[in-house]
């Protein structure tokens, strides 16, 4: 089945800081990819959108120059949280769909921000 | 943005117990989908219900769709410690991305 690889899963940063999180389909192209983000508690806010080979569309309320999407090919996307702060740690997740492909998720990035 | 409630938002079960959670939609649908989250972690995905469907089964899963009154329903039967987690509904076909409801977080107590 199709699987995506999500890295890192947790990661700890100090604030003013950078962190890229990476997704990658291993047996099918990610013509897609979203992004979401959970607070605890809470449900699955949908963060952007984005097609392979084209800028992220980001909803409303989703900073763009913070969170950094990049869907460079049909296997990888990565965001980026710039200038991490502490109000940014959250879950984040990802979500590629493909030709043929169904909703698949990564696993999950655990974002702490000291 | 979300598409809609589910209730309860929370609820404690003992141990073989059936748990029932509702979650109610905004827009029309080609299907409706269920995802497990155990804490802290990723989603599991639990079934799908497509819009000509009134009910379907997996395991002691059982899962209800009411387009008319846009909701559905996930029956837990005989519930195990094991099922503790969150649920939550979603919705979203082709490439439009999948909206998740609020969710459930369900404790079942041994």
């Known amino acids: 089945g199709a699987v995506v690889s999500q890295h890192p899963s947790w990661v700890i940063c100090k604030s003013g800081t950078s962190v890229k999180i990476e997704c990658r389909s291993l047996?099918?192209?990610?013509?897609?990819m979203f992004w979401y983000r959970q607070f605890p508690k809470q449900s699955l806010m949908l963060m952007a959108t984005?097609?392979?080979?084209?800028?992220?569309?980001?909803e409303q309320g989703v900073e763009k120059d913070k969170f950094l999407i990049n869907h460079a090919s049909l296997t990888l996307s990565t965001l980026t949280v710039t200038s991490a702060h502490p109000e940014d740690s959250s879950f984040y997740i990802c979500?590629?769909?493909?030709?043929?492909?169904?909703?698949?998720f990564g696993s999950g990035t655990r974002l702490t921000v000291v | 943005s979300q598409q809609g409630e589910e209730d309860p938002q929370a609820l404690s079960i003992q141990e073989g117990e059936n748990a029932t959670m509702n979650c109610s939609y905004k827009?029309?649908?080609?299907?409706l989908q269920w995802y497990r989250q155990n804490s802290g972690r990723g989603l599991v995905h639990l079934i799908l219900?497509?819009?000509?469907?009134r009910e379907k089964h997996s395991g002691r899963l059982r899962v209800t769709l009411d387009t008319s009154k846009k909701s559905s329903s996930l029956l837990i039967t005989a519930s195990r410690a094991a099922d503790t987690a969150s649920y939550f509904c979603?919705?979203?076909?082709?490439?439009?991305?999948?909206?998740f409801g609020k969710g459930t977080r369900l404790s079942v107590i041994a």
């Open positions: 827009t029309s649908i080609n299907n």
């Open positions: 979603a919705t979203g076909s082709g490439n439009t991305p999948l909206v």
């Open positions: 047996d099918f192209q990610a013509t897609t």
């Open positions: 979500s590629a769909r493909g030709r043929d492909y169904g909703y698949t």
């Open positions: 219900i497509r819009s000509n469907e």
């Open positions: 984005s097609n392979e080979g084209s800028k992220a569309t980001y």
